[in-house]
C-alpha cells in the first residue's frame, strides 16, 4: 500500500509539473494578441458588444489566469461608430483550481481611467442599446428547422450533483477603481448628468464577511446647473443565497453648490445603517443621522414593495434651529417680514409615509417662533405640487410674516397732509366751517398678488388656531377651509372670535382671466367697533357693537384697482353706540339759540353722543357706497339721512336731519329753550370730509337752517293774523293773506 501511495504521489506530481510546464509554454508561445480579431467577432456575435482592443493584453494561466487590458473601447453592435466607454486599463486574475469547485478567487481588480459615456438621440434611442443580446441569425424565423422533442430522462442518468447547482462563491482581494467618469445625456430633454473624479476601493471581498468600502466622486447637472463633491464609507456585507445586502457604519458626506443655491453652499452629512433584504422585498435605513449646514436631526427610514410600487415609511426628528438663517445659508431669500426676526426658531418631529409621487408628514409636532402645530401635511402629486395640510395651532402672530405696511409714498404723504389740515382746522367746538370733501387717493397702486404662481397651485387646507393675530386683529378659536385648483382659489369658510363678537366669511379668487376676480361675504356680530378701529390705529370717532352682512365684488391687481371696482351691498346696525367727541345736543342747542336770537352763555356738559341704534344700508358702485337709508336714534331726538362714502379718498358727504321728539325743557342752555314750535321740526345737518373725522365733521346747514326760520316766522304770522281776524273776514282773505306773508 505504502507503494501504492507513493505511486500515486508521483503521478500528482508528474501532473502537475506538466501543467505547470503547459502552462509556462502556453504563456510564452502563445500570444493572445494574435487573436483580437476573433474576440472582437465573438464579442459581437454572442454579446452585441463592438470591441475594439488598441492596445496590449497581458495574460497569465497558472495558477492564476490573469488578464490585462489596455486602451479599450466599447460600442454597441448598433451605432459603432459611438462608443459608449473607453478603458485606459483593466487588470484582474482568477485562481485556477477553485474554479473546479465554483469558487472564484481573485487576487486585486484594478479599473483605471474608465469613461462611461451614454448618450439618448432625439428620437429617445440610447448609444448603449443592443449590448447583452446575440446577433441576429441569419435564418429567418420561418424557415427554422422545427424543434425536437424533448427526451425523456432516464433513471440511470446521473442528476447534477450538489456541486453543480451551488452558486458561484467570490473570493476577491480588493477592487480598485480609479479616474473613472460617468456621463449621460438626453438629447430630447437637454438633461445632462456626471460623475466624475470616481474612486472606489475595498477591502477582500468575500460573502458574509465585513468589506471595507470607500467611494469619492464629484457629481453634476445642467438643469439646474448643480454640482457635488460626495465621500462615502462603511463596510459591506452581503449574503447572496439570501439576498440580503446590508451597509454598516455608513457615512456620507459632502458639499453642493449651483443655481438652486444661489452661489451658496450645501455642506452635508448623514450615517446610519442601510439593510436591503431582496427576498423580503424592503429596505431600511436604521440609526439615521444627518445634517444639512446647521441643520441637525435624527430618523428612521423603510421602503417596502421594491420591485413593484414602492413605498416608504418613517420617522424624523429636526433638532430647534433657525429656519431663517438656514434658507438663507442655501440661497432662498425670504420675502421682507414685519418682524424681521420670525422664523427665527422652529423644531419639528413627525412621521413619514410616501410613495414615488407623493410624500405625507404624519403625525406633526411643529414648533415655530413660540407657536405650536400638529397635524398632517402632504404632497399628494409631486408633479402637480399638490398640497394638503390639516394643522391645528396654539397661537400665531400672523402679522410677524406679513410684508411690512408699506404705502404708496407720494399716495400716503398727500393724503395724510390732507387729513392732518381738516383736522387742525376743527376747533371751537363746532363753530369752524364745514370741512372739505377729501380727494387725494388712499390707496396704493402697486401689484399685490403673484399672479402666476396662484394659478398653479394645487391646494386643499384645514387650519385651526385657538388664539391668532391677523391685521392686528385677535381672532380666537379661528378656523379655516380653503382649496385652490386650476387659478381658482376658494376660502370656504373662515370663523372666530373677535372681540367677544362673532365673524364669518367665505370668498373667492379667481386668476384664471387676465384681470383677477375677487367675491367676498362677510359677517360680523356684535362686534366692538372701536375695537376695529383701534386695531388698525385709526381715531375711535364712534363706539357700538358692529352687526355688519356684506356681498362685494371686484377685479385687479392693486389696492386702488381692487377699490375702483368694488361693487356691492353692505347692511349694518350699530347698538348702544357712541359718537365721540361729537356734542349733537349742543349743535342742536347752538341751532335753536340763532332762531331765538340769543346768545349761548354755558360750555357743552358733554363732548359726546350716545344713541341706541346706528342703522342703514350701502350700496357699492365702482367704489363710492351711497347710503339712502341712515338711522340714528337718540334719546329725546330721530335722526335719519342720506348721502355717499367715497372709499376712493375715504371721504364722506350726509345731508341728515334732526327731530326734536317732544318737549326738551332740559337742554342745557337757557338760549335755546324750546317750545312747541320747535317740535316734529327736521333740523338739517350737514356732514362732510375725511371718515377719520367722523361726528367731528358735522355742522348744522345754515342755508337750510334759514328756510326753517322764514317757516317759524310765518307760521307765528298766520297765528297772529287768525287771532286779530278771527270770524271778521271770509275764510279766502285770511288764507290770500297767511300765503301773502309765506313767501
Not at 308 to 327: D, T, Y
Not at 356 to 366: D, H, R, V, Y
Not at 557 to 572: E, P, R, V
Amino acid at each position: 500500500m505504502k507503494a501504492l501511495g507513493k505511486i500515486l504521489g508521483l503521478v500528482i506530481l508528474g501532473l502537475l509539473l506538466l501543467i505547470v510546464a503547459l502552462g509556462f509554454a502556453l504563456t510564452h508561445l502563445f500570444d493572445p494578441n494574435d487573436y483580437k480579431d476573433e474576440i472582437r467577432a465573438l464579442a459581437r456575435d454572442k454579446a452585441g458588444l463592438e470591441l475594439n482592443i488598441a492596445g496590449d493584453i497581458g495574460w497569465s494561466l497558472f495558477p492564476w489566469l490573469g488578464l490585462e487590458l489596455h486602451d479599450t473601447t466599447l460600442a454597441s453592435v448598433q451605432s459603432p461608430e459611438q462608443p459608449f466607454a473607453d478603458l485606459r486599463m483593466l487588470g484582474l486574475s482568477v485562481r485556477v483550481l477553485p474554479l473546479l469547485s465554483r469558487e472564484v478567487e481573485m487576487s486585486d481588480i484594478t479599473l483605471n481611467g474608465l469613461n462611461l459615456t451614454l448618450n439618448r438621440d432625439e428620437k429617445g434611442r440610447g448609444n448603449w442599446e443592443g449590448v447583452g443580446r446575440p446577433a441576429t441569425s441569419e435564418t429567418p424565423p420561418d424557415q427554422a428547422p422545427p424543434a425536437e422533442p424533448a427526451e425523456p430522462l432516464d433513471e440511470n442518468e446521473e442528476q447534477p450533483t450538489d456541486d453543480a447547482r451551488r452558486p458561484l462563491q467570490l473570493d476577491i482581494d480588493s477592487l480598485t477603481i480609479s479616474d473613472a467618469r460617468v456621463t449621460y445625456h438626453d438629447a430630447q430633454s437637454g438633461q445632462q448628468f456626471s460623475a466624475e473624479g470616481i474612486e472606489l476601493t475595498t477591502g477582500a471581498i468575500r460573502e458574509a464577511t465585513s468589506i471595507p468600502i470607500k467611494l469619492n466622486a464629484f457629481f453634476g447637472s445642467n438643469k439646474p446647473v448643480m454640482r457635488a463633491r460626495t465621500e462615502l464609507q462603511g463596510a459591506l456585507r452581503f449574503d447572496t443565497k439570501l439576498q440580503r445586502y446590508q451597509l454598516e457604519d455608513l457615512r456620507l458626506s459632502g458639499e453642493a453648490s449651483g443655481e438652486p443655491l444661489q452661489g451658496k453652499t450645501l455642506s452635508f452629512s448623514a450615517q446610519g445603517q442601510l439593510l436591503a433584504d431582496l427576498a423580503a422585498d424592503i429596505a431600511e435605513w436604521t440609526s439615521l443621522k444627518f445634517t444639512a449646514n446647521q441643520l441637525r436631526g435624527l430618523g428612521e427610514l423603510k421602503a417596502r414593495d421594491l420591485q413593484n410600487q414602492p413605498k416608504i415609511s418613517g420617522a424624523l426628528s429636526i433638532a430647534e434651529f433657525s429656519l431663517r438663517e438656514f434658507l438663507e445659508s442655501i440661497g432662498q431669500q425670504l420675502p421682507a417680514m414685519a418682524d424681521s426676526t420670525a422664523l427665527g426658531r422652529a423644531e419639528l418631529v413627525t412621521r413619514l409615509a410616501g410613495t414615488a409621487t407623493s410624500l405625507t408628514f404624519e403625525e406633526i409636532n411643529l414648533k415655530l417662533d413660540g407657536s405650536t402645530f400638529t397635524g398632517q401635511v402632504a404632497i399628494s402629486d409631486f408633479a402637480k405640487q399638490a398640497l394638503r395640510a390639516d394643522l391645528k395651532g396654539d397661537k400665531l402672530d400672523a402679522d410677524r410674516y406679513l410684508p411690512p405696511a408699506e404705502k404708496d409714498a407720494s399716495t400716503g404723504a398727500a393724503r395724510e397732509s390732507e387729513v392732518q389740515a381738516s383736522k387742525a382746522a376743527l376747533v371751537g367746538g363746532g363753530t369752524t366751517p364745514l370741512p372739505d370733501k377729501p380727494t387725494q387717493q388712499a390707496w396704493s397702486s402697486a401689484s399685490a398678488l403673484p399672479i402666476n404662481a396662484l394659478r398653479n397651485l394645487d391646494t386643499r387646507i384645514n387650519l385651526t388656531i385657538d388664539s391668532l393675530i391677523a391685521m392686528k386683529l385677535p381672532v380666537d378659536n379661528f378656523a379655516l377651509k380653503a382649496r385652490t385648483a386650476g387659478g381658482l382659489l376658494t376660502l370656504e369658510e373662515l370663523r372666530g372670535g373677535l372681540y367677544n363678537g362673532r365673524l364669518d366669511a367665505s370668498a373667492s379668487l379667481d386668476v384664471r382671466p387676465q384681470v383677477p376676480l375677487i367675491t367676498a361675504q362677510t359677517r360680523l356680530a356684535r362686534v366692538p367697533i372701536e375695537g376695529l378701529l383701534q386695531s388698525q390705529d385709526e381715531q375711535v370717532v364712534i363706539k357700538g357693537l358692529l352687526n355688519l352682512d356684506s356681498d362685494l365684488r371686484t377685479q385687479g391687481n392693486s389696492q386702488q384697482a381692487w377699490i375702483d371696482n368694488l361693487n356691492g351691498k353692505i347692511g349694518f346696525i350699530i347698538d348702544n353706540g357712541i359718537l365721540v367727541d361729537a356734542n349733537l345736543e349742543q349743535q342742536l342747542c347752538r341751532a335753536i339759540a340763532t332762531l331765538n336770537r340769543k346768545p349761548l352763555n354755558s360750555e357743552p356738559r358733554g363732548k359726546d353722543t350716545p344713541f341706541r341704534e346706528l342703522k342703514g344700508n350701502l350700496t357699492l358702485r365702482n367704489g363710492v357706497a351711497s347710503n339712502p337709508d341712515l338711522n340714528v336714534s337718540i334719546p329725546g331726538l330721530t335722526v335719519s339721512g342720506n348721502g355717499d362714502v367715497d372709499l376712493r379718498v375715504l371721504g364722506m358727504d350726509y345731508r341728515i336731519g334732526i327731530v326734536i321728539e317732544g318737549d326738551k325743557g332740559e337742554m342745557p342752555d337757557p338760549a335755546c329753550a324750546v317750545n312747541e314750535r320747535y317740535v316734529g321740526i327736521e333740523w338739517p345737518l350737514r356732514c362732510r370730509g375725511p371718515l377719520e373725522l367722523g361726528a367731528k365733521a358735522c355742522r348744522f346747514d345754515n342755508d337750510r337752517l334759514g328756510k326753517i326760520a322764514a317757516r317759524l316766522a310765518g307760521d307765528k304770522l298766520n297765528e297772529t293774523i287768525e287771532e286779530k281776524l278771527g270770524d271778521k273776514v271770509s275764510p279766502e282773505l285770511k288764507d290770500a293773506l297767511k300765503g301773502l306773508f309765506n313767501r
